[in-house]
């Protein structure tokens, strides 16, 4: 069974680079079932999709974050990671991984499973 | 983008009564040459990540209990707890997938 975790600081300055990382388990990243996705969750924000990779490294970003995120994937660890510049209090939110779930179709749908989310606060 | 409006915001339903969620996209998700809805329905229990019920708009997840079920076509869409359990406490979403970036209802909370 497809499981996700999450890891990174949970204290980053403001300016500063957000990165975290999702380790799979349970199964292959090369699978064409899967992209690979972040999504964060904030009271002021809801639920928000940042971005999702395939195994080949092919990405889809949120345009309204576009300019700050690179998502890169490491199969060989069975990892992939966020990096997400220039960060301010309105990054502040739980972040998850999920696996983002590819049938029928080329682009990919839903999220699942998901990580348990680790909680980023950007503050000095 | 396409906007996500659920409705209510939150509802209190008895043990054992049918709760009723509605989610309203700005345009259609609906791909008329698959005759497929775009749609996904996730549960959020407190304190737990999202887990997906339904997508397709009506097609239950593997293991979700088959009091869930999800309905409608082209902009509105309604989640369906035919008989509310104790452990369906939670605040559940609407996500469409027809187009980037992918997008997420506001959330309705759930309560006994």
């Known amino acids: 069974q497809l499981q996700l975790q999450e890891s990174g600081p949970g204290l980053v300055k403001p300016s500063e680079t957000l990165s975290l990382t999702c380790t799979v388990s349970g199964g292959s990243m090369s699978t064409t079932n899967y992209y690979w996705g972040w999504i964060r969750q904030s009271p002021g924000k809801g639920l928000e999709w940042i971005g999702s990779?395939?195994?080949?490294?092919?990405?889809y970003y949120n345009p309204s974050l576009e300019s700050r995120v690179t998502i890169s994937v490491d199969t060989s660890k069975s990892q992939f990671s966020l990096r997400l510049t220039s960060v301010t209090a309105a990054d502040t939110g739980v972040y998850r991984c999920?696996?983002?779930?590819?049938?029928?179709?080329?682009?990919?749908?839903?999220?699942?499973?998901w990580g348990q989310g680790t909680l980023v606060i950007v503050s000095s | 983008d396409i906007v996500m409006t659920q409705s209510p915001d939150s509802l209190a339903v008895s043990l054992g009564e049918r709760a009723t969620i509605n989610c309203k996209s700005s345009?259609?998700?609906?791909?008329?040459?698959?005759?497929?809805?775009?749609l996904a329905w996730y549960q959020q229990r407190a304190g737990q990540a999202p887990k997906v019920l339904i997508y397709w708009a009506s097609t239950r997840e593997s293991g979700v209990p088959d009091r869930f079920s999800g309905s409608g076509s082209g902009t509105d869409f309604t989640l369906t707890i035919s008989s509310l359990q104790a452990e369906d406490v939670a605040v559940y979403y609407c996500q469409q997938y027809f187009r980037t970036p992918w997008t997420f209802g506001q959330g309705t909370k759930v309560e006994i």
């Open positions: 990779i395939y195994y080949s490294g092919s990405t």
């Open positions: 345009q259609s998700v609906l791909n008329s040459s698959k005759n497929k809805n775009y």
């Open positions: 999920a696996g983002h779930a590819r049938e029928q179709t080329v682009v990919p749908g839903w999220f699942a499973p």
